[in-house]
């Protein structure tokens, strides 16, 4: 499936012509010159063995631009998405049409984590345990066994009966912790090592943006045979890769974490090893050092986000000998199962959990300047690869003192909940860790509708340390100007005036009024959802409209969608999850309102950080990462609006800082090019005058068009 890249380069416009191969293939095809002009630029890193860093704007037709190059250019590659749901579209339907228009015997293949594949070791144990928490479960889990009959990719997705987050999928797939490898009895039928081992056959991987950058931090989540053996990389959405590796390229551990390890302990002890450890007492020494490390954190409950960075922590050492104690307990009962490990696999399974567990917990301590409770403790046992209970920090460096630095290169912070306690650490800038993965000689392509900021890519490239990165913008092929507004009302509150909410959902109504609902309403904060669901509740109430709302943890996600796509005048109302990846052309959405433009909260621990960073070397951070931040989420959002040629609608935000601050413009003048006013009047008149041409009353009709 190889050609020389001057052939491609002469080639690819032919492809995409009116009287090429896609439209040959592909019924309502019509040729873009964005799409051409992107796919021959693709085409030309690709030759280049370069990096390409490309915004297409909606309706580009940026997966098609680069799927018809990929392929024909050849070699082994991966494709890289930010969501399951597109990693799925990729490789069912996108890659099986470019390959069939273009003829090429192209064999094409997809790789999740392992979470998402059955494992039949588990599956097994749990059907034999028959410990389940509701007759649901018990239901799900029948239907499981008889999924796990005939599927052939094991893939959680395929079975739609049992939703894809339901509690029994954690007792029926492997991870890290408990996957048995070479020495599970079902490894021969293995769906994980069977996915795994049709991605390295295969020409065309498509896996996603988590498990990517997984294999980065971990080598061992499936993909370390594939990464140096890709002539070429795409990464599709793009923007989510900043936020991404920072997630993967830091750690972090948690109290589940450690009770699981003490069940799975006392479990396994008592099973296959009882003469040789009290294994109850073991195991509750871990949970209860684990409830007082739970404890110590009380006060951080209080603070904002339930969240504390490092340098806030309230009570430092009193936390940092409670980490201690659970090192030592961990320790203790990690040495016994170390000692009995061969008499099982799983003895010897839940004995590997535990130096993990010391080295991410070992990082606090000693950044808290705690020394270890027992210093007798340091002669490290010839037969064990257990660490000692104080490891070196996670930069490798000797110990900080009790203050977090901002030039130590991480961000430590601790995250608290009803009943759980989580200890996140993560590095201040990805850009060296990212770019040193890439081997010598391979293509890069990333793409995504929004990387610039006034077409300026420095953030997203500086972020991810692709300084030498080629980078071109295609601008959406859609008349904005005609089909749509941007409406920024008067006389609404400032954003952090108590009546805010109240003042922006009285400016909202007038517009709901003339789009006859078929709405989505962006918040920035969750509180927010729940504040304007209930005031719209209430105005929907007194004006006796019958409208379906939605709010955003009434449902899942995916139900919440279905029910909004195929309800006449609906509005849904939702915060972060809903600002990207919602597709809903026609007329189920003519209206996207904003609440606040989305800067970053402040109690973001990453964001602290490097904020505090940039001051320390001088830099000015509000423009350095705030406001690049906050340009990229707005145009996400308003991305929502307009899917297709035939789409129309109003943006909506009300935040008056978008016209009124200096720095408002840098915004809206990176949105799409809508038509502006602050004038409801107008609004209300571009409403009726589409009413005109589509009437309301035939909108239950065309609420099932799609792309």
């Not at 340091?378 to 203050?403: C, D, F, L, N, R």
């Amino acid at each position: 499936m190889t050609a020389s890249i001057m052939d491609i380069g002469a080639d690819v416009a032919a492809v995409f012509a009116a009287d090429g191969p896609l439209a040959a293939r592909l019924k309502g095809y019509r040729p873009r010159i964005q799409q051409i002009e992107l796919a021959q630029a693709i085409a030309q890193a690709i030759g280049d063995r370069g990096t390409l860093v490309a915004e297409a704007g909606t309706g580009t037709g940026k997966t098609f631009a680069y799927l018809v190059p990929v392929l024909m250019h050849g070699g082994k590659v991966l494709v890289s998405t930010g969501t399951k749901t597109l990693q799925d579209q990729l490789f069912a339907r996108d890659l099986p049409a470019v390959r069939d228009a273009l003829g090429l015997p192209v064999v094409i293949a997809l790789l999740k984590g392992r979470s998402n594949y059955l494992c039949h070791y588990h599956l097994e144990r749990t059907v034999g345990d028959g410990r389940l928490a509701s007759r649901a479960e018990v239901a799900q889990l029948r239907k499981i066994e008889v999924f796990a009959k005939h599927t052939r990719s094991g893939d959680k997705a395929e079975l739609a009966e049992v939703p894809e987050n339901a509690d029994i999928w954690h007792k029926v797939t492997s991870t890290r912790d408990n996957c048995l490898g070479s020495d599970c009895p079902a490894f021969r039928e293995c769906f994980v090592m069977q996915a795994r081992k049709r991605a390295i056959e295969a020409d065309v991987v498509v896996v996603n943006h988590a498990l990517f950058l997984a294999d980065l931090a971990l080598k061992d989540e499936g993909i370390t045979d594939l990464l140096p053996a890709a002539d070429t990389v795409v990464f599709d959405e793009a923007h989510q890769l900043p936020a991404a590796a920072t997630r993967f390229l830091g750690e972090s551990v948690s109290s589940h974490q450690l009770l699981d390890f003490a069940r799975d302990a006392t479990v396994a002890g008592l099973s296959h090893a009882r003469e040789s450890a009290d294994w109850p007492v073991l195991g509750q020494a871990v949970e209860q050092a684990t409830r007082e490390l739970r404890l110590s954190c009380a006060a951080v409950e209080k603070m904002p986000g339930q969240r504390s960075t490092f340098d806030t922590l309230p009570n430092p050492r009193d936390f940092g000998k409670a980490v201690q104690q659970v090192i030592d307990t961990v320790h203790t009962l990690g040495r016994i199962l170390m000692a009995v490990g061969e008499r099982h696999p799983d003895l010897d399974m839940v004995a590997k959990r535990g130096p993990d567990l010391i080295a991410r917990l070992a990082r606090w301590t000693e950044a808290h300047g705690v020394p270890p409770a027992h210093p007798e403790q340091t002669a490290k046992p010839a037969e064990s690869a257990w660490p000692e209970p104080a490891a070196e920090s996670s930069s490798g460096q000797p110990a900080e003192p009790p203050q977090q630095r901002a030039d130590d290169g991480w961000v430590r912070w601790v995250e608290t909940g009803a009943s759980h306690i989580r200890l996140h650490t993560a590095p201040l800038s990805v850009a060296q860790a990212f770019s040193q993965y890439r081997p010598a000689g391979q293509a890069w392509i990333l793409t995504s509708a929004t990387l610039s900021v006034r077409e300026d890519f420095s953030h997203f490239t500086r972020q991810l340390g692709l300084y030498e990165a080629t980078t071109g913008r295609w601008e959406s092929p859609f008349d904005y100007g005609t089909n749509g507004r941007l409406f920024v009302p008067h006389g609404i509150p400032a954003p952090q005036d108590p009546r805010f909410t109240e003042g922006f959902v009285e400016a909202l109504l007038p517009v709901l009024a003339a789009s006859r609902g078929s709405a989505l309403v962006l918040c920035t904060t969750l509180r927010a959802v729940d504040r304007v669901a209930e005031l719209l509740q209430e105005a929907f109430r007194e004006r006796g409209w019958e409208w379906p709302l939605f709010r955003q943890g009434d449902r899942s996600r995916r139900e919440l969608l279905e029910r909004f796509r195929t309800s006449a005048h609906a509005v849904l109302v939702g915060s972060a999850s809903f600002w990207e990846g919602i597709d809903v052309p026609g007329d189920a959405l003519t209206l996207v309102a904003i609440d606040k433009l989305p800067f970053a909260p402040p109690d973001d621990p990453v964001l602290d950080a490097r904020i505090r960073a940039s001051r320390e070397r001088g830099g000015n951070p509000f423009f350095e990462y705030q406001l690049p931040e906050a340009a990229i989420a707005l145009k996400q959002g308003a991305g929502r609006l307009i899917r297709t040629e035939t789409d129309w609608g109003v943006l909506m935000v009300g935040d008056r800082r978008l016209v009124e601050k200096p720095y408002g413009k840098l915004l809206w003048r990176g949105l799409p090019p809508f038509t502006r006013t602050r004038n409801v009047v107008d609004v209300e008149a571009f409403y009726a005058q589409r009413g005109e041409v589509v009437s309301p009353e035939t909108c239950p009709e065309r609420l099932t068009i799609s792309r």
